[in-house]
């Protein structure tokens, strides 16, 4: 018997972009745990829902980005996270990103081949 699905949770301010990229996600065979568009609903959903892998955009509304947010998860998970981010000048936040452990960072927008491949390569 197959195992379940496993679960992803998705941070992304933009409402489109979140909606695309779930449906994305589900189209190669995964469930979304949740959604935020804050660092702050970040850390609670991802907390809450104990997803295997967290995507999540750099940049987002409100206070806090999603560095910020990692870093608040990271204190009491170690769940692997996706960064991903349209601004390829935030060469600082880049950095400290893919410096973090059991993290990686793409650029938008994301083939569906390349986000495959960082899901399960995370999930390893």
Do not use: W
Not at 1 to 20: G, K, Q, R, T, Y
Not at 88 to 109: I, T, Y
């Amino acid at each position: 018997m197959d195992a379940p699905p496993a679960h992803v949770f998705i941070v992304e301010d933009d409402e489109l972009l979140a909606s695309a990229l779930s449906a994305q996600v589900e189209t190669l065979g995964y469930r979304v745990a949740g959604t935020a568009d804050t660092a702050e609903e970040a850390v609670r959903g991802v907390l809450r829902s104990r997803p295997a892998v967290v995507i999540m955009d750099l940049r987002l509304a409100g206070f806090g980005t999603g560095l910020d947010a990692a870093r608040s998860i990271r204190e009491n998970s170690a769940v692997p996270i996706i960064f991903y981010t349209a601004h390829s000048n935030d060469n600082a936040l880049q950095q400290e990103a893919a410096s973090m452990s059991n993290a990686q960072v793409l650029q938008k927008p994301v083939p569906e081949q390349i986000l495959l491949a960082a899901i399960t390569g995370m999930l390893r």
